[in-house]
């Protein structure tokens, strides 16, 4: 089979590949499927009010960090964070506004995001 310049075989390997020092997926926090579905349905009925505009979703060593945003361009409105070290202390799950400040902690993901999940109420 020919070659065409510049092309490899599949296995081999051309050289200029950047090594990169990244953390192996297997130690990263991540949410599971149930957490990111109830953030996800959360922020789909935000976003169709109009108060929310864009999402960032960081997998970090130590966190999960799920940032909310009403511009891409700003800082995050509120940051959905889990973190299993505080699962047996105060809780795995917070939520963190703009300025730092911790709104909500707890072992329960649904009732943490109930700070930020604003409900229609009848007058």
């Known amino acids: 089979m020919d070659l065409i310049s510049g092309d490899t075989e599949p296995g081999e390997s051309r050289g200029t590949e950047r090594v990169t020092a990244t953390v192996p997926v297997q130690s990263r926090v991540t949410f599971n499927r149930l957490e990111l579905n109830r953030i996800l349905n959360l ?3 935000m976003v169709a009010e109009g108060e929310w505009r864009d999402y960032a979703i960081d997998f970090l ?8 945003f009403r511009r891409a361009s700003e800082v995050p409105l509120y940051r959905i964070e889990k973190d299993p070290r505080l699962a047996r202390k105060q809780g795995a799950y917070s939520v963190v506004s703009a300025g730092g400040q911790i709104l909500r902690r707890g072992h329960d993901l649904h009732r943490v995001l109930l700070v930020i999940d604003r409900k229609l109420s009848v007058v």
């Open 61 to 68: 060593k130590d966190r999960a960090v799920f940032s909310i």
């Open 43 to 45: 922020y789909g009925r």
